[in-house]
């Protein structure tokens, strides 16, 4: 069965409640307001990281160091991750920057 081109390549339920939020809060995302979000929310943290993974490799967010540098990700680290088990609190330290919605 082929994917139609319009099928999203995320969750996008996901993905407008990280939108809905991060207006809210009004400032990027670091991993502990993920586990917050993931806590309130109840969402799997890994979910989220994987919305954001896909959505920051896809362009439509970034993903920055404490010195605001861009960090490129892509599919290859994506799959690292997931080759370590499920994504939790413990691996997605290596998260350790910010997360925000690619200025348009």
Not at 74 to 88: F, P, T
């Amino acid at each position: 069965m082929q994917l139609a081109e319009t099928t999203p390549l995320w969750d996008v339920a996901i993905a407008g409640m990280l939108i809905e939020e991060q207006e809210e809060l009004d400032s990027p995302f670091d991993i502990d307001a993920l586990q917050q979000l993931a806590l309130d929310q109840a969402v799997r943290l890994a979910d989220i990281i994987e919305t954001l993974y896909l959505l920051t490799i896809y362009g439509d967010w970034t993903y920055t160091d404490d010195n605001g540098n861009e960090k490129p990700l892509d599919e290859d680290a994506l799959e690292d991750l997931y080759a370590q088990g499920r994504i939790d609190r413990t691996n997605a330290n290596a998260f350790d920057g910010y997360w925000q919605p690619r200025a348009r």
